[in-house]
């Protein structure tokens, strides 16, 4: 164990994990937390706890995961390198550690220009892999950025994020490397809708052994409708939507779509749990948080199934 | 170069409204082969001025003037006879040339007519593409003499994000994705292998970072 995460426990000791998503809510209702986290609790393994995504002001990731570990969650803080320079990421992973949060999840994050701050100055001083090697340095090394020693290493357990469907297609096993080898412990990808392309994704990672490196939780999104899938499909960064769920989607009768929705998040789940090195799944129900224990029972992942 | 466009007439007139005298000084070095600030552009602006103004019934005195390069010394002081006789200067220069009129001519008001943006190259006519931030700590040799830092909308020294869809950057459909551009160029050259490496983070402090930058070469001083 390198850490003290829940979330490192579970997957090292080969459970099949689940970690689901909760954002924050645009402002400082508490309450509003709490009932999302509400739904989660005891259901999952950790929970991501998302940092202004999609570039939308929100309450942040750091107090939203305290309050969170509060009510018994075992938050990932997620942190993009988009908002803050080197000195505020390092010190905002010194805080949470000092908080009781021992994940962190590292990401570039959404461009500024598709939230609701359009004007902003994007920051990008660090990337998200060198993000990665910085909490590593500071954890396994106790050293900041140029190597200053710290007191008190922060010792987080370290995830990334991937997609395989972006492009160029053949660059992304070797992104996925390099995140690895800059001190990923666990990835969570892009939500998955092209099961082939997954598989091969998937195929590429254990031929470089990067399986035996890294534990990959399978990314899942539950559509609510069918205009969710199209939207998806056709505006959202980075999703690789076959025209053929979207089909399904809108061949189901509109009071049915959110259950056809469900159905098909399940049959996914089903699936990763088939393929190897798939360790676990992530499952984002956007605004939908409060469906995740009928996702998990359908998909036979109820905690006590898991062991 | 450095690449420009002209502000909308009413910005300008808001500026120079206040003036009965205004020299429209152009320049004719980099803001020219943008088609932004040269001899041509200075004579479009100074006409259309007069013509705004007249539909107002107000006649400023508006004179033209153009010189080789608005930054430096010994070609801005070929204005020095006519700019006593106006109230202010209008500039067609880019950011460097206002300020440096300004330095100049201290006792004037110096209006920027254009919008100064970025280091460029003219990629075909009529379109001109950023692709250099001034950095100051030239890495292209390692990334196919394509920029990560100007031409990555985040700026990814270890990319590509997960946004690039079909060479395209998430951004902006016209936005060509950089680190596309990055890759496909050392495959064609079979340097793919530069890639592979770490990219530690950056050093911002020989960019604007470290604050506005001079370079002082005494072999180059009288």
Request: a neutral charge; one cysteine or more.
């Amino acid at each position: 164990m390198k850490t003290e995460s829940q979330l490192e426990k579970v997957l090292r000791a080969g459970r099949f994990a689940v970690t689901a998503e909760c954002g924050p809510p645009k402002g400082s209702n508490v309450e509003i937390l709490k009932e999302k986290g509400k739904h989660l609790l005891g259901l999952i393994d950790a929970v991501n706890v998302t940092d202004n995504q999609t570039a939308i002001v929100r309450m942040s990731s750091v107090a939203a995961c305290s309050i969170l570990k509060g009510m018994g969650h075992e938050p990932i803080l997620q942190m993009v390198t988009r908002d803050r320079n080197r000195i505020a990421l390092q010190s905002d992973i010194f805080g949470a550690y000092a908080l009781g949060i021992r994940n962190v999840l590292c990401l570039t994050g959404d461009h500024q220009t598709f939230g609701n701050q359009k004007e902003a100055t994007g920051v990008f001083d660090l990337d998200s892999i060198q993000l990665l090697k910085t909490v590593k340095d500071m954890r396994d090394e106790e050293k900041i950025i140029g190597g200053e020693s710290i007191q008190g290493p922060p010792r987080m357990f370290i995830g990334a994020a991937a997609n395989p469907f972006a492009d160029p297609v053949d660059w992304r096993v070797v992104r996925l490397a390099k995140k690895i080898n800059a001190g990923a412990d666990f990835i969570q990808t892009q939500c998955i809708f092209n099961m082939d392309r997954f598989e091969k994704f998937m195929n590429q990672a254990r031929e470089m052994g990067l399986t035996e490196k890294a534990f990959i939780l399978a990314g899942i999104t539950p559509f609510k409708s069918v205009g969710m899938a199209r939207y998806m499909a056709e505006k959202v960064a980075g999703m690789d939507i076959p025209e053929e769920l979207v089909k399904r989607m809108a061949g189901t009768p509109k009071e049915k779509q959110a259950e056809e929705g469900i159905k098909i998040a399940v049959e996914f789940i089903q699936r990763f749990r088939e393929i190897k090195g798939v360790a676990g799944i992530h499952l984002m129900a956007i605004e939908w948080e409060h469906k995740v224990p009928e996702i998990l029972e359908k998909a036979g992942l109820v905690p006590a199934a898991r062991n | 170069m450095i690449v420009a466009t002209l502000k909308e007439i009413d910005e300008i007139r808001k500026m120079i409204d206040r003036y009965d005298s205004v020299l429209v000084v152009g320049c004719d070095s980099c803001v020219a082969e943008c088609a932004a600030g040269g001899s041509r552009e200075t004579m479009l602006l100074a006409s259309a001025l007069k013509l705004s103004y007249m539909k107002d019934h107000q006649n400023p005195t508006i004179t033209e003037a153009v010189l080789d390069r608005q930054c430096v010394d010994d070609f801005i002081d070929q204005i020095a006879n006519q700019v006593p006789d106006h109230e202010a200067i209008l500039s067609l220069g880019c950011g460097a040339g206002v300020q440096a009129l300004a330095r100049v001519y201290r006792d004037k008001p110096v209006i920027p007519a254009l919008n100064t943006l970025f280091i460029g190259e003219t990629q075909s006519r009529g379109v001109w593409q950023e692709n250099c931030l001034g950095c100051g700590n030239c890495k292209l040799g390692f990334f196919g003499a394509v920029c990560p830092v100007a031409r990555c909308s985040k700026k990814l020294m270890n990319g590509p994000c997960g946004g690039s869809k079909g060479g395209r950057c998430e951004v902006h459909p016209e936005i060509s994705c950089g680190w596309d551009l990055i890759i496909r160029r050392l495959d064609a050259l079979g340097e793919l292998d530069r890639l592979t490496e770490y990219v530690p983070p950056v050093d911002w402090s020989t960019s604007h970072s470290g604050g506005p930058r001079k370079v002082i070469r005494e072999d180059q001083q009288p």
